[in-house]
């Protein structure tokens, strides 16, 4: 486990010659602003290191956060998302931009979905449609999502099958407020986590 910050005290990566640009500030205060579904996690994680002269890293798990604040740096719940914001005022031909944003997305899944053709089509459509309806201004998004199944054999522990969804993306943001691309990456997480929509209560047998 690795300590979340408090909003006003963020880990990011910056070479030590350079200061910190006004701009990746403000975009690394917005990413904390962001309002979440009750049963999803949200907290400060490393960044990579060289990808970009600036990065900042959040960690989206699901489960109670009453229980903890603390986001895992190494997941390995049911479902979890990592979302990382690159800055590279020297790439925006590149980019298009200079705030990119990349995104991971791991989820458990039962069999009947994970099996489904039209899997992977549907998860992209949600963070397509997600993006948008959140308002969130987007250019250069791409990525995959892949539908894995893993037997297990032998003596490891876990059940006989296990079948999972990942999507990879990134997308470059064409402002500084990344509050509704937080939102949004945080909707995806629940749509593929299969909780139902918010307002909702599953009743249990």
Sequence with gaps: MIDSEATSQHKTSATPAESTPAEFSEAVESMHRARLRPELNLGTI???QRLAPFSHAIGLEVGN???????STNSEG??????????????????????RLVAYIQADMDHAVASDPLLPEVAWQW??????????????????????????FGEIGGPPSAYQ????AS???TGTDLT??????????????GLPPEGVTELRR
């Excluded at 956060?65 to 986001?71: L, T």
């Design 180 to 193: 509704a691309h937080v939102e949004a990456f945080a909707a995806v997480l629940a749509s593929v986590a």
């Design 165 to 168: 969804v990942e999507m990879r």
């Design 46 to 48: 490393r960044p990579p």
């Design 78 to 99: 049911d479902s979890f998302g990592r979302l990382i914001l690159l800055h590279d005022p020297g790439a925006e031909e590149t980019w298009e931009g200079a705030m």
């Design 127 to 152: 963070l397509n449609e997600g993006l948008e309806q959140a308002g969130a201004g987007f250019t250069n998004l791409g990525g995959t999502v892949t539908s894995t199944t893993s037997v297990r």
């Design 65 to 71: 956060q009453e229980e903890s604040d603390d986001v």
């Design 171 to 173: 997308w470059t943001a």
